[in-house]
């Protein structure tokens, strides 16, 4: 069981340690040999045996007074909940607010403090005009795929530059069902331009304005202003592609694109800077032709993008699983012939047999 000290234990628990001490006290054995032995605290069951002799309870109570002497008073709780809802601080966390009340003689009360008090009235969220979701954003219906160009999802990602505050940015298109990365750009700017240009590559490569509107893939992207835009809502109406909305600060709605610029900013040979966008061009052309073409993805049983994006990732995990199943097989095989093989020589050889035991 190991050592008693320290550890929180039941009332049951405690009355059967004082039986077991009582009993070896009767033995002869002393209340701080038992102690030892058991690896408790001899002051701790002194205090237990003096409760059990004035007829108390053997539970812990909950440490502390029920009732703090410096809790606050009602009118200090009205104040904080009131300065949190005005306008002039609706934009301030509880540190600011704290110390904005300090300064101005309204309150005194600690970060910790104002914060519980600001997560009871449910006000820990965003208080402003744009805070809270409006409870009626929903999250986009995704259907379920059976192959590659069924629907898309695409993002921006910064990129750290050598020159603090300037930063390149990262278009990736990629396909939901293979992984694929079916269209990436490098640019100096964040904007709706960009993400069309990006889309048309796409349609390009993919050969998708050959295919029936009804067979065009839907598009999955988060609300920014890029995605909002006029040409990138005309370009997907004019070609029947439908739109979908991650709903705000929800990026777990955008799950796909979202863990692949994880995997692109984690990957051993990323640099942290770009010196500019020709050595981002150079750098990305090379990991998306390993990203699509060489890496194992683990989400699509461990085949490559490619060839799932190619239709043969069912026949890739097939046959990986029939050559498992045939390996399993052969090594049974040979296994139970070693085995019989070594149990004949025992038979005819027991002196043999007695000598290798």
Not at 297 to 317: C, M, N, W, Y
Request: proline share 5%.
């Amino acid at each position: 069981m190991g050592p008693i000290t320290g550890l929180w234990i039941e009332a049951p628990t405690k009355q059967a340690i004082l039986i077991v001490i009582a009993t070896a006290q009767a033995a002869g054995v002393s209340v701080r040999s038992s102690c030892a032995i058991l690896a408790i605290s001899h002051r701790r069951v002194v205090h237990w045996q003096e409760r059990v002799r004035q007829g108390l309870s053997l539970v812990d109570a909950t440490p502390g007074p029920r009732e703090a002497l410096h809790r606050l008073l009602p009118e200090e709780i009205a104040g904080i909940t009131a300065m949190a809802k005005s306008q002039e601080y609706v934009d301030l966390s509880h540190r600011m607010l704290a110390v904005t009340a300090w300064e101005k003689g309204l309150f005194f009360a600690s970060f910790s403090t104002v914060y519980r008090v600001l997560k009871a009235s449910n006000l820990m969220t965003a208080r402003g005009p744009g805070g809270a979701h409006n409870g009626r954003s929903l999250a986009p219906v995704r259907k379920e795929l059976t192959g590659p160009n069924q629907r898309w999802c695409w993002d921006v990602s910064y990129l750290l530059t050598r020159e603090k505050g300037i930063y390149l940015f990262l278009y990736l298109l990629l396909d939901e069902y293979s992984r694929k990365a079916v269209q990436w750009r490098i640019a100096w700017s964040n904007t709706a331009t960009e993400g069309r240009l990006l889309i048309e590559g796409g349609l390009v490569q993919e050969n998708i304005l050959d295919l029936p509107a009804d067979q065009r893939p839907e598009l999955v992207n988060d609300r920014g202003r890029q995605m909002k835009a006029k040409p990138i809502r005309r370009l997907c109406k004019d070609l029947q592609m439908p739109q979908l909305f991650s709903r705000p600060r929800t990026p777990n709605d955008n799950p796909f694109i979202e863990s692949a610029f994880s995997t692109v900013k984690r990957a051993p040979a990323y640099p942290d800077h770009f010196l500019d966008d020709c050595q981002a061009v150079t750098y990305f052309k090379g990991y998306f032709d390993w990203y699509n073409n060489e890496h194992y993805h683990s989400a699509i049983d461990f085949v490559t993008p490619h060839q799932a994006h190619e239709g043969l990732r069912e026949k890739i995990v097939t046959q990986r699983r029939s050559q498992q199943r045939a390996q399993r097989r052969k090594r049974r095989t040979e296994n139970q012939q070693q085995k019989t093989t070594t149990e004949k020589t025992r038979n005819h050889n027991p002196s043999a047999a007695s000598l290798v035991v």
